[in-house]
């Protein structure tokens, strides 16, 4: 079975920093894109930022320049840095999982695809609080 399992949440004042690290198990790696989301309390989840396989990133405009997104696909480890952080990053954070070359797309796939049926896989979240 598929596994992605988020590490490295946490509270932090805005400003600061942290890093995300999502395990992933049971699936071949290369064969997928790689995304983090986010859910705050009331609102739609959402896509931060994704990379593919030949190391393609995206990254939504609310993040870009203070996220980062990388990959040890030796390891199967998916990490996500964020510095600068602010109030509204408040959320929980999943990783996530789809079969797709583009990084844009896979983020499309899974804001419709949430279950291993239709073969998007999802971690079940880190806290990230920042105040």
């Known amino acids: 079975d598929v596994q992605l399992v988020e590490s490295g949440g946490g509270s932090v004042q805005a400003g600061g920093s942290l890093r995300l690290s999502c395990a992933a198990s049971g699936l071949t790696y290369s064969s997928y894109c790689m995304s983090w989301f986010r859910q705050a309390p009331g609102k739609e989840r959402e896509g931060v930022a994704g990379?593919?396989?030949?190391?393609?990133?995206y990254y939504a405009d609310s993040v870009k320049g203070r996220f980062t997104i990388s990959q040890d696909p030796s390891r199967k480890m998916l990490y996500l840095q964020m510095s600068n952080l602010k109030p509204e990053d408040t959320a929980i954070y999943h990783c996530?999982?789809?079969?797709?070359?583009?990084?844009?797309?896979?983020?499309?796939?899974?804001?419709?695809?949430?279950?291993?049926?239709?073969?998007?896989?999802w971690g079940q979240g880190t806290q990230v609080t920042v105040s």
């Open positions: 990379v593919s396989s030949t190391g393609s990133t």
């Open positions: 996530a999982a789809v079969a797709n070359k583009d990084p844009r797309t896979a983020i499309t796939i899974l804001n419709v695809h949430r279950t291993p049926s239709s073969g998007a896989f």
